[in-house]
């Protein structure tokens, strides 16, 4: 070979070196910068403690907990929980990680909206942002993450349009936008994601029906539409998600009736279809559920029978069937459900005995057949079920006696059994269970004496014995237990010292109780129960005084009815003493009420309330009363003969003028009646429920009456000593006179608050008025009746009673204001418009579940006082949402004290 040659091979040999060692430098020196770009990212984002960011630090950023890198030192995964990041989630750069695959920042406080930047990770396969307090919409960028397979977003605040861009990510196999507040329908381009294994769309508002492209993912196995407002029925297509092993559609607006083609899911192992409108019957092919484990259908209008192959699911650990029309008998079948944990069949119409073997079912932990016809023995084979920690038998027609066997339930909290016929004793024993919270035995027929050793009981928090016939002496009870009925018995003796802070109506209807409670006699002096010589003599000498004390008595009140006659004899006007008349002109006497009622004839019967019947009347002087008489068979009864009296003493002690009047009373044990100005519109509820009168009680009178009955409210808590609480404000006990103005009546179940004390008491009102926390504590407050208050408000603009509206309205976005006032009025104008609106506000606001974030009754009457009207959009464009939201109505502390 030339030495040219050589020399050129040579060169050119060289030239090529120098090439690929320039080439490698530049790659190497890239992937340096690329890293380098990565570290400083991190670095810069300020999601990471200053432990791992100095400069001190010798831990490479791959080395960090919440980093993992791959063999060439790049980020390919972010993995950070718990961690307060707040606003920091924009401080990232994005762009300077082309090799991210996952990102999963759960619960880690984020805050704001998602940064469009993100639609940069290319290579994103895992996104998590759940658990924050993300908001706004979803940004268009994410349609860039074309390889996403995994993508979570449940517990934020996002809102908008369902996000139909994520529809295209045809890649995705989890997707949950749950507990967010999107609306609109579900778009069928969902059936676009044929890998899906699962889907939830739970806890939002979206609306419209279940799209049948649902069908299209064969695949999904886990599907959760619960809590929107779905309507329509069920699509028939859902029965090809053949592979579908959870199926929640529970808390939606589904109707038409149960179809059978969901019992050929077989793969199923969780249904809920709660809270729905779903009617139909359960059909038998049922059995074929063979792998199911948790069936709920509560809250529906479901009929006919269960069928007898619920027998057939042997894995079933929960069949909740509740406030439904289901009729029949339990199906002995339903024993060889051997895994039931529980059981739950109440407010049905369920008849016949409880057949079934109870000791198939040893692993019952929650029974309740509570609210049924069911009639028949308790079962002794309960004492199989020693993990049972619930037993709800009430409101049936149970009879029989409390099996001794019950003692074996070991595990026991709660038993309810009242509202049956049951009779004999309590079982002794039952103190030996030691962990029962609740006994209540009340409504029945049961006797004997009650075990002492339950005053024993460490965890007894609720003990009622009411309306029984129980004998013996009331024991000592633990201190731990915060309510006791043991009203209407026969029980006799003292009233132990530990009782001393009940109210005296945990005690009324025992003749034979004594002791220092506030309406029973004292007791003897225990010396004197030791001597039988005292003991004696006092039975006789006792009856002997009150004999002739009567016969004095007697003679006094015959003398000086003979002065009486003559006087009322020889008077122009009758002067209204007898009978203890309250003269309220001088004019009023107990022969013009008997004359005026034709003697409390029917004919002159107006109404019947809640412890007597109400009578129309017109005096000789001219004036129309209404007399309220409590029948002799009530006035027997201690709780009505109080509550009458109770109302003289309220309304004799308070005068406003939106206040029902007392006019004057009689208390004479023959005849005991009240009476009253009268309403000539009678009821609000009477009003609301007619619908030529609801259409003349105009917005403009609606609106006039919810400031009434606020100002007297305001009246009653705030410028009253002591305040008085009125306990039962409802429709039915506003007045309504000539022109359709309001007054606060019926103040049977008023109570002075005391301030020195915890005003604890019976639950007294009407359901559905009723502040929720009276459902688990008896104390007494103003801010009972602020919520009653709310209550009836809303009735009055709905036109109905609002208890649907009134559970729901906390999520529904997509319910305006406009839809929900009485249809049967014209839309309100312009200016009423600005009322209802501000009256609709402080309804919710007075609605609030907690006491303390309700507004009081005097900042009510001071806002409805107030000249300045709330500046509001038109009532068609303001949600229920919005207006249980606004923080111009959310009540501070500082107010609520």
């Not at 397979?149 to 989890?174: D, K, R, V, Y």
């Not at 709920?296 to 406030?323: C, E, K, M, V």
């Not at 149970?398 to 009242?418: F, V």
Request: proline share 4%.
């Amino acid at each position: 070979m030339a030495p040219s040659v050589s020399i050129s091979i040579l060169v050119l040999a060289l030239w090529v070196l120098c090439i690929f060692t320039h080439s490698t430098t530049m790659v190497v020196a890239a992937k340096s910068s690329a890293l380098e770009l990565e570290a400083k990212a991190l670095l810069e984002s300020g999601w990471w403690s200053s432990n791992y960011t100095t400069n001190g630090s010798s831990l490479s950023h791959c080395a960090w907990p919440e980093i993992i890198c791959n063999d060439g030192g790049s980020v390919t995964w972010i993995q950070i929980y718990g961690v307060d990041l707040g606003d920091k989630f924009r401080k990232l750069n994005f762009s300077s990680f082309p090799n991210l695959e996952g990102l999963d920042l759960y619960n880690t406080g984020l805050q704001g909206s998602i940064p469009p930047e993100i639609g940069t990770l290319s290579k994103l396969t895992y996104l998590s942002l759940s658990m924050n307090n993300l908001t706004g919409n979803l940004p268009l960028s994410l349609t860039n993450l074309t390889q996403l397979e995994m993508f979570s977003i449940h517990n934020n605040l996002f809102s908008g349009e369902f996000p139909l861009l994520l529809a295209n990510l045809t890649q995705l196999e989890t997707f949950d936008i749950s507990s967010n507040l999107f609306s609109g329908s579900i778009p069928k381009e969902l059936g676009n994601l044929k890998n899906l294994y699962s889907l939830d769309l739970s806890n939002n508002t979206l609306t419209g029906p279940i799209p049948s492209t649902l069908s299209l993912l064969t695949g999904l196995f886990y599907l959760d539409l619960s809590s929107n407002e779905i309507s329509g029925s069920i699509a028939s297509e859902i029965r090809f998600l053949k592979h579908l092993e959870y199926l929640d559609l529970q808390q939606n607006k589904l109707t038409g009736p149960l179809p059978s083609f969901l019992w050929h899911l077989t793969n199923l192992t969780y249904l809920s279809l709660n809270s729905n409108q779903i009617n139909g019957s359960i059909a038998a092919e049922i059995g074929n559920m063979k792998n199911l484990e948790k069936l709920y259908l509560n809250y529906n209008d479901i009929a006919g029978q269960i069928p007898i192959t619920i027998g057939h699911l042997t894995n079933l650990r929960t069949l909740s069937l509740a406030w439904n029309q289901i009729s029949g008998s339990i199906p002995a079948e339903i024993a060889n459900c051997i895994l039931l944990r529980n059981l739950t069949l109440s407010h049905n119409y369920l008849t016949g005995t409880i057949s079934f073997d109870m000791s198939n079912l040893y692993l019952l932990v929650y029974l309740d057949l509570s609210y049924n016809n069911l009639s028949g023995f308790i079962p002794r084979t309960i004492n199989h079920l020693t993990v049972l920690e619930t037993l709800s038998l009430n409101w049936n027609q149970i009879n029989g006696s409390i099996p001794t066997e019950i003692i074996d339930c070991q595990s026991l909290r709660h038993l309810s059994l009242s509202h049956n016929s049951l009779s004999g004793y309590i079982p002794f024993h039952i103190s030996d269970l030691h962990f029962l919270n609740a006994i209540d035995l009340s409504h029945n027929n049961i006797s004997g004496d009650i075990p002492f050793e339950l005053g024993d009981s460490p965890s007894l928090e609720l003990l009622d014995f009411s309306y029984n016939n129980l004998t013996g002496n009331i024991p000592n009870i633990s201190i731990s237990i915060k309510e006791i009925n043991f009203s209407y018995n026969s029980l006799h003796g003292q009233i132990p010292n530990g009782y001393l802070n009940c109210s005296p109506y945990t005690f009324i209807g025992n003749k034979d109780l004594c002791g220092d409670i506030k309406g029973f006699p004292p007791c003897f002096p225990s010396f004197l129960n030791n001597n039988k010589s005292i003991v004696h003599l006092i039975k006789i000498v006792v009856p002997l005084s009150f004999f002739l004390v009567v016969l004095l008595v007697g003679f006094f009140s015959l003398s000086r009815r003979g002065d009486k006659k003559t006087k009322y004899e020889s008077s122009e006007t009758k002067n209204g003493d007898l009978f203890s008349i309250w003269n309220y002109d001088g004019k009023i006497a107990y022969e013009d009420i008997i004359e005026a009622t034709k003697d409390f004839d029917i004919s002159c019967c107006i109404g019947t309330g809640g412890y007597g019947s109400v009578y129309k009347a017109q005096l000789p002087s001219g004036k129309v009363v209404a007399i309220k008489k409590l029948h002799r068979l009530e006035a027997e009864n201690p709780t009505f003969d109080k509550s009458f009296k109770n109302e003289i003493k309220m309304l004799a002690a308070i005068r406003h003028r939106n206040i029902v009047k007392l006019l004057g009373y009689c208390l004479h044990y023959r005849c005991m009646f009240l009476i009253y100005e009268y309403m000539e519109r009678g009821s609000l509820f009477s009003v609301l429920s007619n619908d030529v009168e609801a259409v003349e009680f105009d917005w403009m009178k609606r609106m006039n009456v919810i400031k009434s009955i606020a100002h007297a409210l305001c009246y009653m808590h705030h410028e009253c000593v002591p305040a008085i609480v009125h306990r039962d404000i409802t429709s039915n006990n506003i007045l309504l006179n000539s022109k359709l103005e309001g007054f606060v009546s019926d103040f049977g179940m008023a109570k002075c608050l005391d301030p020195n004390s915890s005003n604890q008491t019976l639950v007294a009102g009407t359901y559905g008025y009723l502040a929720p926390e009276l459902a688990y504590t008896m104390v007494v407050t103003e801010k009972c009746d602020v919520y009653s208050f709310g209550v009836v408000a809303l009735e009055i603009l709905t036109g109905r009673h609002p208890g649907e509206l009134m559970t729901s309205f906390s999520t529904s976005q997509s319910v305006m204001l406009n839809e929900i006032l009485d249809q049967r009025l014209p839309p309100p104008n312009r200016l009423v418009a600005k009322d209802v609106f501000l009256v609709a506000a402080i309804s919710f606001a007075c609605l609030h579940t907690k006491p303390k974030s309700r507004p009081t009754m005097k900042w009510v009457s001071q806002e409805f006082l107030s000249h300045k009207k709330p500046v509001t959009n038109p009532l068609h464009s303001v949600s229920l949402w919005q207006l249980r939201n606004q923080e111009n109505y959310t009540i501070g502390e500082s107010e609520t004290q």
